[in-house]
Every structure is written in structure tokens, then in C-alpha cells.
């Protein structure tokens, strides 16, 4: 479940110490951070993104711990892996591809690979010119902007050029990936 809940001004600093209950009276695996703040700093609109494992019912923002999870992202020897349990999307943290591979877990529970090989963000002008993002080399930037332990989301940008160097577009990819599910989102922002 993904939700919006919103404060008044002052009334939340963090959201540290808050807890997703559900109708069993149990803290349910949660994530919170401030989607946009007042003027003073405090929270105005906290999102919220919480597994509903307690099944129908009521699910309460309240005081309190929300259950120990580990995170879904880890960098590792250069590389930025968003793991669900169902599927690892693997990116190269030093933003020279915009995807290394998506790989699944198996009946095994052992992860293959569904597609490997470097991924590109190809447009085709009127003219038929066509516009790489890795003709940039180099120039993505990678930041993880969730990292779990619901949802994790890693944002990409750069630009697309075209093989004499002209640009067309930036571009903004976000792959997001939730605990537990086998779906990998991929949507892509042109600026």
C-alpha cells in the first residue's frame, strides 16, 4: 500500500520513531520520508509505503517501531543491486550503463539471468538522427533515492546525444522494485 498522510506545521520532524499497525494491534513492514515540508522544516506530507500482511482491516500511522527488515539495495564491488527475493536489477554505480541485468529467482530460489548486456535509451528524431544516452559515456549520474525495505528506487540521469555530439533530450530513468514481487518498473522522464 502507497499513501500520502498529511501534518500540520510543526507537528513532525522525522519520521524515525512512527510505525505502520495493522488491524491485529502489530507494527507491519513500513517506509516513511517526507514527500514535501513546510517552511520551518517540519514534515507536511509524509508518504507512507507499508505491506499489508495483518489482511483487511485498519491500518494505523502510530508511535512506535515498525519490525526490523533488512534493506532491498546494497552496493557491492562497483555495483548498485535492488534484490525483492523475486528479482535482482543490477546497475553500474559509476553510471557507465544504464543497466548491467535483471536476473530471477529460480524454483531453486537461485537467481538467472532474464537480460544481461548494456540497456540504452535510443530516440529517433524526425529526420532519422538517432539519440543514444550512451553516447554520453560517462556522464549518468546514479542515486539511490529508496533503498527498502518495501520499495526501492534507484534514479538515473544524463543526457542523449547523437554520434556527432548533438543533444536532443535529458533524460531522468527511476527502476523501482518492491519486497517480495517479481515486477521491475522502469519509467523515464525527457527534459
Known sequence: VETSVPFRRGELRSPEKLAVVGPDGKAVL?????????????????????????GPGTYTLEPGDPPATPLLVAEEEGRIVANTGEVAVTISAAGDSLLQSIAAAGSDGQFAPV???????????????????????????????????????????????????????????RWTVYRGRPEVFASVTWI
Open 30 to 54: 513500513a517506509q516513511m520520508r517526507s514527500g514535501s515540508n513546510w517552511p520551518d522544516g517540519t514534515i507536511r506530507w509524509l508518504i507512507v509505503v507499508f505491506e499489508a500482511s495483518a
Open 115 to 173: 537480460l544481461t548486456g548494456k540497456a540504452d535509451l535510443v530516440l529517433t528524431r524526425h529526420d532519422g538522427v538517432t539519440f543514444h544516452a550512451s553516447l554520453k559515456g560517462k556522464s549518468s549520474r546514479v542515486h539511490i533515492e529508496e533503498r527498502g525495505p518495501v520499495r526501492a528506487r534507484i534514479r538515473q540521469e544524463g543526457e542523449c546525444c547523437a554520434a556527432n555530439g548533438e543533444k536532443l533530450f535529458n533524460y531522468i530513468l
